[in-house]
């Protein structure tokens, strides 16, 4: 069960089988690595990734429950992407689906070359660990999200604020012109 679950958070943010998949790589190990949350709030993201299991067993008709793993990025960025594509962006701006949302995060934690012809564990490891323990500078790749216009926010304020917050502020910078 735990592989096929594997599979269906893989094929809801590439539309492709596991199998086709250019970036199995970097995947595999951001499923791998437990979602730790160093942020009061942030324990919201890995209750919103737990709750993809009790989806994924409705959907498959299953009985038996995966919630005795702790959330994994993987699962933490799926269920952010598509909190972003069906509830906050729903009807604002660009027409992004999950897929798009996931990608941008992974483009902002400065793993999108990451494929797996290129994929380098250490850079990889690092970088989650870095988003993780709140390592990044504010304006530079690194976070899930990353701001262009860092004048409203001071890096301690930013590396304190819970992901939620920093998604709004991203979203509002970059699609919800008000």
């Not at 970088?127 to 990044?136: G, T």
Request: charged residues 25%; aromatic residues 14%; proline residues 2%.
């Amino acid at each position: 069960m735990v592989y096929n679950y594997y599979n269906w958070l893989v094929e809801r943010i590439t539309g492709k089988p596991v199998s086709t998949c250019q970036y199995k790589k970097l995947l595999r190990k951001l499923y791998e690595t437990e979602f730790t949350w160093i942020v009061e709030g942030d324990e919201n993201r890995a209750g919103d990734g737990i709750a993809l299991r009790r989806q994924f067993a409705e959907e498959g008709g299953f009985e038996q429950s995966l919630n005795d793993m702790p959330c994994s990025v993987l699962e933490m960025m799926i269920a952010l992407a598509e909190r972003i594509d069906q509830g906050i962006m729903r009807g604002f701006g660009p027409d992004y689906s999950a897929y798009d949302w996931f990608w941008c995060m992974i483009e902002n934690l400065g793993l999108d070359d990451q494929n797996d012809r290129r994929f380098d564990q250490f850079i990889v490891c690092r970088a989650i660990q870095n988003m993780l323990d709140r390592r990044y500078v504010l304006g530079q790749r690194g976070a899930l999200f990353v701001l262009k216009n860092c004048s409203t926010f001071d890096t301690k304020k930013w590396h304190k604020m819970e992901i939620w917050l920093q998604m709004t502020a991203w979203l509002n910078e970059n699609f919800i012109k008000i």
